[in-house]
Each structure stands twice: as structure tokens, then as C-alpha cells.
């Protein structure tokens, strides 16, 4: 089995992880019963693995609907006395943030943690948003790992702090963490508790106003211990670079690491308090520390909450010790930050010149390189999708049609030639955007909602469109996968988050029991009809469905070469008259231009057949 | 600090994270301390793709700019690309065979001749090897082992500090045992492509 060392490593023995590995073996060395989450990068390898290790480490996983109700799931598990881990991209906690906000009032009674990877510089998210705010809006303990052995570590004492304050914790990585590898040196598991039992106590689980209100007192004593905790707590150190440095610097998570290796490139001399338990912060330990200190410097990521909390208590305390951050310091407040950032600033406070390669840097390449942005796979059936909701457009000549989006593979139909992706949010925002600009314009709405993020958050606004009679046509991208972050499964699939066989549901069939008169499965592989169905769709005054169902490619072409099957497409030279229609229209990554004339790369063809049905003069044929 | 830079460029689905895993993997089990930035998600579908290795005593997974010692490119203009990482000092290893990006089907930026792209690389660093790595791997009868013939060609260069032992020892863990015979072919047949004689 894949990740078997994470099951049965024992203490001492170590290997190289990938942060989000990193923190399945600390829950697994913490004894958790239960996991739920739902997909999203940078978080997406810890569901991955729990997929493969749950059932021999004793674990329940499941994908859940979303991130709320997955959270949901893990609150109530850890009620009832069972450890318990939900993890999520920083935007699914946005989500989850309802109950979220409540688990700190009712509190927790076994370990309840709540990670939480950050995506600084919009790797792969809508926002950069610093949810090390989440910690200060519930009042709750949060951990900042900077690598993967810290990962693992963390998770393990997240689970003892969680417990002690009865909170859960937020445990806060970014991508540079989650996706950092390194090696880890393991530690005991401690034994599953699966089964737990719910001991009733309404005034402590049941936050109706009278219960409520008394809940957030008792919540901030917690806090105050908390601190205390913070205070003492080992995650929080000083470490010295170089002798004798009369500067401090404060940081944490990633930056930790970037701080570190431009001190050593400048060679400057400084003592580093490295915060890894960041919320409450240890006030009083950093105002002894910079008590000694000639100045302290505060180098975070994007927004200043560590600077401004310190900022602040030295105020109230009177200590003198300046401390500069983002204003002072220069420290953006954007995007993520790296060893040159740093270096750059401070080279720049200390006056000291940059280290610079003692052969001088090569130079680029003189003028623009061809850009390589993500795109749809070659034999993606979302392409045969935007290919006929356009024809039809076209054909019926719709003008100014809208095209509201939504998070997935699919919106990456932004580009030309589709250009079907007009206003994007969030989850399941497609269908509640649509709504909006059949209500405010008299242009014709497309939205496009890819299957999981049908069940995520389209269901509820696809009620409240049929109710309140909105008119546009919804495609439900039905790839029958969670394709973006790595193929998880949904509720529309026959088997669950660790491979056993589940219900699967029906999106035609929900569709048409909520009220939609017009629901139509489609083969977007086959773009005549695909196009004459839209074209039917578009004339339906109200909600319109159609369900484009055709199986990523990406596992397609999987299937298919385990089955030997395997074809692709060509183009005849002699009858191509470089049209290139297909380029146009299709834009497939396997097509190219040679010599004026289009021409098929037979590495990278799927098979699909979509641009064998656009060519005006038939020269594209499966290659014999 | 000493440490060294490897930087891998590429595209989505090359097999990047899986060669640089295999290093770090070696690395750590001959006792040199590694770390690894990895692209995830969104960025793995047909775009660019780099993957960052550093061996020694660093706590950074990132490499600065014009600190990689080697470059790793698994494709021509994704090893230009990477320029931005490298001094006059560093070392590349390149794979010759293009491939195509959408864009510049659909009108954009002509892509460059390969000899004109391994010419200017030659300006700019200490040494270019250019290996037709894909090739390579066809002519193994394994086409995915391109990154494995690129791993050795990067043992070749005798930059790395392992020995190729500790390389096969870590791909007799990792790699399937019907695949294994390609993949040390594809190994030595790399490694023979840049041994200084």
C-alpha cells in the first residue's frame, strides 16, 4: 500500500513527506477516529492519503457535501469524545465559518482540530485572504507549522491543546508548508478511539440565546488561559543566527524559514523569536525579549496581525523597543514572501549590500517567451461543452450572452476561444450569479457548474431559482469526478472517500424533482447534438438544465490504456486546406500548426473525436 | 549555508516531482539533509511547472533567484524560462523535443527554435547539456522514463553528491518492479549522456 509508513512507521524511524502527509501522521499519532473534508489545494493530499490509509489505520474519512458539513461532522465527533481533524483550503473555512463560529462557543470535549491552508500569491484560489483572522473572529487557539517535521509535531500537540482548553484549534499552514517536502522523523501513535458516546448537556451544546450568551464568557477565560498556554509553550522559541545580534525578529509559519536563510546569505547577526503557537500570541515572553533588544523587527505574511497585537501590548505597557513591519520595514502586504523578499528588506533596513551570485546572474531570455497558462486537457469533455453552448450561441444570435462561472477545471474556459467565463465568486456561485443577471439585465445567462460543486453549493441556489422563477440555462459539468483538486469523489459517484461502494445520486433526477421542466443529459463529445440541445435550452423561459456527462479524460485515458484500448485522431495532410478551424474553435493543446496547415501530436491526442466533427472538409479520421 | 540548488522546469504531467523526489529520497538516505517545493492543483493542467530541490543545511524549500547550481529543464522553452534562477556559473541540463503551447497555435508568441533557445542558454551558463530525453526513453520502450534518463543525465554531470548507487537503491523502492529494468537503463543510458569522459 502507498503511504504504509504513515500507518505503521514506528517512533524514530523517518521519511521523506510532503507537508500534507506530514499532517495525516500527526493525527495518526495523536489517535484521531474520525477525518471529513472537502477537497480544495492546497489541502487536497491530506484527503488523498486518508483516502488510501483510513480503513488499516482504524480512521472513519469522508469527503463530505462541503466544507461546513464536514466540519460539522468532525464538531459533533469530537462531542461525543472521539478525536477528530476536518481540513480545508482557507476559502473553504469561509464555508464552514457558520458552525465554525459556534464550536468555539459549545467548545469541544475530545481534540477537535481545524486546519486551515492558506494559498498566499493565488496559486490555485479566487483570494489570498489571511485566515489567521479566523483565530482572532472565534476566539480560538491557533498552531503555525513551518515545515513538514513541524507539521507533524503540531498536530499531535494541537490535539493535547485542544483538549486542555476544551477549543478546537485552528491549525494554520499555506502552500509553502502543505506543499513543502522534507524528512520527518515519527513519533508513537497512540490508539483510535472510533466510538465515542454523546453525554447530553443542553446548557453546553445547545447555544439558544440564555445558554449563549454565557458561552462567550466562559469562551474568553479559555482564551485567557490559552495565552498562558501560548506563554510557556515550547512552539514558541528563540533562535539565535549569528553572535551577538542586538535586533529581534518575530516571525512565523513559511517566513520562518525565509528569514533564516537571508539573515545567514546577508551575514547578519540576529536572535529570532519563532512563533508557533501564533494565536493567543505570548506577549509577555516577546516584551521580555525585546526588552534586551535594540530594535524588533515583525516579518509576516500579508496582513500585520502579528505587528499590530505587538505593536499595541508595547504601547499599553510602555516598552520602548521600536518595532517596525509592514509600513516601516516594508514588508509587503501582498503575496507570499520568499528568501529575496526578506534578504531585500533587510539588506535594505541594515544598510548592508545584497549578496549577489559571485558570477553575476544570467540574463533572460531578450524578448517574450510563448506563455504555457494552465488549459483544458487534450479530450477534456468540457471542451466539447464550450464548443456547442458557443455554436448555439452563434447560430441563434444571442447577443451579449453572460456566462457565470464557477470553481473548477472549467473555469479555465475563461480563455479564448470559449471565453465562457464572465463572473466567477465561489463555490456554487454560478447559480446564484446567474439569478442576478437575468433579474438586473436583458442579456441572455449561461452558467456552468461543474458536479461537485453542484452537490457543494448548487443545490440551495438552484432552489431558491426555481422559486423565485429566474431564466438561464445551467450546465451541471458532469466529469463524474472532483477533477481540479485530484479526482475525489462525490455524491454523484458510486463508491465513497475510501473506495467502498455509496448511494450515488442523480443530478437529472434531483433537478427534475425540484421543478425543472427542461433537464437534458448530453455527450459533449458528440457536438451536433450537444449544440441542438442548447439551442432547445435557450428557448426555456426558466431554470433550463443540461447535464453535460462525459468522464474526465484524464481517468478516461487511464481506463483506457489498462484496457488497451487506445486511439487517436489525424489530420490528412493532402485534404487539410488550413482553415484551421479547429484551432479556433476546438483550441486542443494535441492540435498545432505546421507549414500553414493544422496537424494532430499523436503523444498528446486523447481520442476524443471533438475536432474530427468540426472540420468543414473532413480530414480529420482516426489515425489507422 | 551550503547547500545545492536544483531547479526543475517542465510541464504539467512529466513525471518533475517524481524525478526530484527520487534526489531528495537518495539524499536523505545517503544523510544529506533535503527539501522540496512542489506546484500543485491548478497549475499541473498542460501549464508550466517547477519544482524546487535543495540539498544541505538550508530551511528554505525555495530556491533564491541566481542560485540554482543546475537546472533541470524537461522542456526547451521551460529550461529558458528558468533563467531568472540561474548565474553564469550554473549548469543545465535541457530536453530538446518541444512541446507546443496552445497559445502559440492560436496567434501568440512564435515559439523559438530549439538550436537558437540551447545556443542562448550556452551564452548565459557554465555548461548546457542537451539530452533527447523523450527519445531516449522510446527508444528504452518506456516513454515515462524521460525523467529518469534526465535524473542520470543530471548524475553525469557529477554535481550532485550521491552516488549513482544510492539513485538505483531508491528506484528499486519506488518505481514498480516491471518498470524497474527501463528505469535503470534509463538511469545509465542518462548518465552516460553527460560522464565527463
Known amino acids: 500500500m502507498k503511504y504504509q509508513a504513515l500507518v505503521d512507521g514506528k517512533a524514530g524511524e523517518h521519511e521523506l513527506l510532503l507537508g500534507n502527509e506530514a499532517a495525516v501522521r500527526g493525527a495518526l499519532e495523536a489517535g484521531i477516529g474520525v477525518a471529513a473534508s472537502y477537497p480544495g489545494t492546497p489541502s487536497s493530499e491530506i484527503g488523498d492519503v486518508f483516502s488510501v490509509v483510513a480503513k488499516a489505520s482504524g480512521v472513519y474519512f469522508e469527503y463530505s457535501a462541503n466544507e461546513k458539513v464536514a466540519l460539522e461532522v468532525a464538531a459533533a465527533s469530537a462531542a461525543s469524545g472521539v478525536r477528530s481533524f476536518t481540513f480545508m483550503k482557507h476559502v473553504g473555512l469561509n464555508v464552514a465559518s457558520d458552525s465554525f463560529m459556534t464550536t468555539a462557543y459549545i467548545g469541544t470535549r475530545a481534540g477537535f482540530v481545524v486546519l486551515s491552508a492558506d494559498d498566499p500569491s493565488t496559486y490555485s484560489s479566487q483570494n489570498e485572504q489571511d485566515n489567521r483572522y479566523y483565530a482572532r473572529l472565534a476566539n480560538v487557539p491557533m498552531l503555525e507549522p513551518s515545515s513538514p517535521q513541524e507539521t507533524k509535531d503540531y498536530m499531535v500537540e494541537a490535539y493535547n491543546i485542544s483538549e486542555r482548553l476544551e477549543l478546537p484549534v485552528l491549525f494554520r499552514t499555506t502552500t509553502r508548508v502543505a506543499h513543502m517536502r522534507g524528512d520527518v522523523v515519527f513519533g508513537d501513535r497512540r490508539p483510535v478511539v472510533r466510538r465515542g458516546v454523546?453525554?447530553?448537556?443542553?446548557?453546553?451544546?445547545?447555544?439558544?440565546?440564555?445558554?449563549?450568551?454565557?458561552?462567550?464568557?466562559?469562551?474568553?477565560?479559555?482564551?485567557?488561559?490559552?495565552?498562558?498556554?501560548?506563554?510557556?509553550?515550547?512552539?514558541?522559541?528563540?533562535?539565535?543566527?549569528?553572535?551577538?545580534?542586538?535586533?529581534?525578529?518575530?516571525?512565523?509559519?513559511?517566513?520562518?524559514?525565509?528569514?533564516?536563510?537571508?539573515?545567514?546569505?546577508?551575514?547578519?547577526?540576529?536572535?529570532?523569536?519563532?512563533?508557533?503557537?501564533?494565536?493567543?500570541?505570548?506577549?509577555?515572553?516577546?516584551?521580555?525579549?525585546?526588552?534586551?533588544?535594540?530594535?524588533?523587527?515583525?516579518?509576516?505574511?500579508?496582513?500585520?496581525?502579528?505587528?499590530?497585537?505587538?505593536?499595541?501590548?508595547?504601547?499599553?505597557?510602555?516598552?520602548?523597543?521600536?518595532?517596525?513591519?509592514?509600513?516601516?520595514?516594508?514588508?509587503?502586504?501582498?503575496?507570499?514572501?520568499?528568501?529575496?523578499?526578506?534578504?531585500?528588506?533587510?539588506?535594505?533596513?541594515?544598510?548592508?549590500?545584497?549578496?549577489?551570485?559571485?558570477?553575476?546572474?544570467?540574463?533572460?531570455?531578450?524578448?517574450?517567451?510563448?506563455?504555457?497558462?494552465?488549459?483544458?486537457?487534450?479530450?477534456?469533455?468540457?471542451?466539447?461543452?464550450?464548443?456547442?453552448?458557443?455554436?448555439?450561441?452563434?447560430?441563434?444570435?444571442?447577443?451579449?450572452?453572460?456566462?457565470?462561472?464557477?470553481?473548477?477545471?472549467?473555469?479555465?474556459?475563461?480563455?479564448?476561444?470559449?471565453?465562457?467565463?464572465?463572473?466567477?465568486?465561489?463555490?456554487?456561485?454560478?447559480?446564484?450569479?446567474?439569478?442576478?443577471?437575468?433579474?438586473?439585465?436583458?442579456?441572455?445567462?449561461?452558467?456552468?457548474?461543474?458536479?461537485?460543486?453542484?452537490?457543494?453549493?448548487?443545490?440551495?441556489?438552484?432552489?431558491?431559482?426555481?422559486?423565485?422563477?429566474?431564466?438561464?440555462?445551467?450546465?451541471?459539468?458532469?466529469?463524474?469526478?472532483?477533477?481540479?483538486?485530484?479526482?475525489?469523489?462525490?455524491?454523484?459517484?458510486?463508491?465513497?472517500?475510501?473506495?467502498?461502494?455509496?448511494?450515488?445520486i442523480s443530478i437529472e433526477a434531483v433537478a427534475k424533482a425540484m421543478g425543472v421542466s427542461f433537464v437534458k443529459v448530453i455527450n459533449p463529445y458528440r457536438v451536433a447534438e450537444a449544440t441542438e440541445a442548447y439551442k432547445e435550452a435557450a428557448q426555456v423561459d426558466g431554470v433550463a438544465i443540461i447535464v453535460s456527462k462525459q468522464v474526465c479524460s484524464l481517468l478516461l485515458d487511464r481506463a483506457k490504456r489498462a484496457k488497451g484500448i487506445w486511439q487517436t485522431f489525424q489530420i490528412e495532410h493532402s485534404v487539410c486546406t488550413g482553415c484551421l478551424t479547429c484551432v479556433r474553435e476546438v483550441a486542443c493543446p494535441a492540435i498545432f500548426v505546421s507549414e500553414g496547415k493544422a496537424e494532430i501530436d499523436q503523444e498528446l491526442c486523447d481520442g476524443c473525436g471533438v475536432c474530427s466533427q468540426v472540420c468543414p472538409v473532413h480530414a480529420v479520421g482516426v489515425k489507422k | 549555508m551550503s547547500s545545492l540548488n536544483v531547479f526543475f522546469a517542465g510541464v504539467g504531467g512529466?513525471?518533475?516531482?517524481?524525478?526530484?523526489?527520487?534526489?531528495?529520497?537518495?539524499?536523505?538516505?545517503?544523510?544529506?539533509?533535503?527539501?522540496?517545493?512542489?506546484?500543485?492543483?491548478?497549475?499541473?493542467?498542460?501549464?508550466?511547472?517547477?519544482?524546487?530541490?535543495?540539498?544541505?543545511?538550508?530551511?528554505?524549500?525555495?530556491?533564491?533567484?541566481?542560485?540554482?547550481?543546475?537546472?533541470?529543464?524537461?522542456?526547451?522553452?521551460?529550461?529558458?524560462?528558468?533563467?531568472?534562477?540561474?548565474?553564469?556559473?550554473?549548469?543545465?541540463?535541457?530536453?530538446?523535443?518541444?512541446?507546443?503551447?496552445?497559445?502559440?497555435?492560436?496567434?501568440?508568441?512564435?515559439?523559438?527554435?530549439?538550436?537558437?533557445?540551447?545556443?542562448?542558454?550556452?551564452?548565459?551558463?557554465?555548461?548546457?547539456?542537451?539530452?533527447?530525453?523523450?527519445?531516449?526513453?522510446?527508444?528504452?520502450g518506456l516513454p515515462q522514463t524521460a525523467n529518469v534518463v534526465l535524473l542520470g543525465a543530471a548524475m553525469g554531470t557529477g554535481l550532485i553528491p550521491l552516488e549513482l548507487g544510492t539513485i538505483r537503491d531508491t528506484l528499486s523502492r519506488t518505481v514498480p518492479a516491471k518498470a524497474l529494468e527501463a528505469n535503470f537503463r534509463a538511469l545509465q543510458e542518462g548518465f552516460e549522456s553527460t560522464r565527463k569522459v
Not at chain 1, 378 to 400: D, F, K, M, Q, T
Not at chain 1, 453 to 482: C, E, P, Q, W, Y
Not at chain 2, 15 to 20: F, L, P, Q
Not at chain 2, 37 to 64: K, N
Open chain 1, 198 to 504: 454523546f453525554e447530553k448537556d443542553p446548557a453546553r451544546y445547545v447555544p439558544v440565546p440564555a445558554n449563549s450568551s454565557k458561552m462567550h464568557v466562559k469562551l474568553l477565560g479559555k482564551l485567557g488561559e490559552a495565552r498562558h498556554l501560548s506563554e510557556t509553550s515550547p512552539l514558541n522559541h528563540i533562535v539565535r543566527v549569528g553572535v551577538g545580534g542586538r535586533v529581534g525578529i518575530v516571525t512565523a509559519g513559511g517566513t520562518f524559514n525565509y528569514v533564516i536563510d537571508a539573515l545567514e546569505e546577508l551575514g547578519l547577526p540576529a536572535q529570532v523569536f519563532k512563533i508557533g503557537f501564533s494565536y493567543p500570541l505570548p506577549l509577555d515572553r516577546i516584551r521580555d525579549f525585546a526588552a534586551g533588544l535594540n530594535e524588533l523587527l515583525v516579518v509576516e505574511e500579508l496582513e500585520p496581525l502579528m505587528e499590530n497585537d505587538i505593536k499595541a501590548d508595547f504601547l499599553s505597557h510602555g516598552t520602548r523597543t521600536p518595532v517596525s513591519g509592514k509600513e516601516d520595514l516594508l514588508v509587503p502586504r501582498v503575496h507570499e514572501l520568499n528568501v529575496d523578499i526578506v534578504a531585500k528588506v533587510l539588506a535594505n533596513h541594515f544598510g548592508v549590500p545584497l549578496h549577489v551570485p559571485a558570477s553575476g546572474e544570467a540574463q533572460p531570455w531578450p524578448s517574450p517567451l510563448p506563455s504555457r497558462p494552465p488549459v483544458l486537457c487534450a479530450g477534456c469533455p468540457h471542451r466539447g461543452s464550450y464548443l456547442a453552448v458557443r455554436r448555439a450561441i452563434r447560430e441563434l444570435g444571442i447577443p451579449e450572452p453572460v456566462f457565470a462561472s464557477d470553481i473548477g477545471c472549467y473555469t479555465l474556459g475563461m480563455a479564448a476561444p470559449f471565453s465562457a467565463a464572465d463572473y466567477l465568486l465561489s463555490m456554487g456561485s454560478s447559480v446564484g450569479t446567474a439569478g442576478g443577471f437575468d433579474v438586473a439585465t436583458d442579456q441572455r445567462v449561461f452558467s456552468f457548474i461543474g458536479d461537485s460543486t453542484f452537490f457543494h453549493a448548487g443545490l440551495s441556489a438552484l432552489a431558491s431559482a426555481i422559486h423565485n422563477k429566474h431564466r438561464f440555462v445551467l450546465t451541471v459539468l458532469d466529469n463524474r469526478t472532483t477533477a481540479m483538486t485530484g479526482h475525489q469523489p462525490n455524491p454523484s459517484m458510486l463508491t465513497d472517500a475510501v473506495g467502498d461502494s455509496a448511494p450515488a
Open chain 2, 14 to 140: 512529466q513525471g518533475i516531482i517524481t524525478g526530484a523526489s527520487i534526489i531528495a529520497r537518495a539524499s536523505i538516505a545517503a544523510g544529506v539533509n533535503a527539501v522540496m517545493s512542489e506546484v500543485h492543483g491548478m497549475a499541473q493542467r498542460g501549464g508550466s511547472v517547477v519544482c524546487e530541490l535543495r540539498l544541505g543545511d538550508v530551511h528554505s524549500p525555495m530556491i533564491p533567484e541566481g542560485e540554482a547550481d543546475l537546472i533541470i529543464g524537461f522542456e526547451p522553452v521551460e529550461t529558458v524560462r528558468s533563467l531568472t534562477r540561474a548565474n553564469h556559473h550554473t549548469v543545465v541540463i535541457t530536453e530538446v523535443r518541444p512541446i507546443i503551447p496552445v497559445s502559440v497555435s492560436l496567434g501568440g508568441t512564435a515559439y523559438p527554435a530549439v538550436e537558437d533557445l540551447v545556443a542562448y542558454l550556452r551564452l548565459q551558463v557554465a555548461a548546457v547539456y542537451a539530452v533527447p530525453a523523450a527519445a531516449m526513453a522510446e527508444e528504452i
